[in-house]
């Protein structure tokens, strides 16, 4: 049986978004980390990631993401999840699945790739 609590996509998960902890980003992501899927046009490493973090939370609050499952093998980790938030304009709760795969590198985060279902929020906060 899988422990999905033992992985560092779970943690992050928790940490990070349902726990809103913005610190943990450097503590969990490589200075130097390669993420795709969430935002081509900021930097890449901790600190672009924490700019997407703070964006994120001015778009959405009440957010939380289950990890559904998670399969691990060696440095690689993928996560199905799904993003439960509140769309700050409109007021209206938005459900997004997912899934997120990492590449592990010194129990960090090195390279992320993430597909979300965001074309869907349009329809939902309409």
């Known amino acids: 049986m899988r422990d999905k609590k033992s992985t560092l996509l779970y943690r992050w998960f928790e940490k990070v978004w ?6 943990a ?3 969990m992501m490589t200075s130097d980390a390669h993420f795709q899927g969430i935002n081509d ?3 890449q490493g901790a600190a672009g990631f924490r700019e997407f973090f703070k964006l994120f939370n001015t778009q959405f609050h009440d957010i939380r ?5 998670v399969v691990s093998q060696d440095d690689m980790e993928t ?3 799904v993003i439960y938030a509140t769309h700050a304009g409109t007021g209206k709760p938005i ?3 997912g899934l997120c795969m990492i ?3 010194s129990g960090k985060i090195a390279q992320a790739w993430n597909s979300y279902d965001f074309a869907s929020v349009d ?4």
């Open 79 to 81: 996560a199905r999840t």
């Open 123 to 126: 329809a939902q906060i309409l």
């Open 65 to 69: 993401i289950d990890v559904e499952d």
């Open 25 to 27: 980003i450097e503590q």
């Open 41 to 43: 046009s900021l930097p």
């Open 103 to 105: 590449k592990v590198d």
């Open 95 to 97: 459900v997004v699945p």
């Open 18 to 23: 349902n726990e809103s902890n913005e610190d």
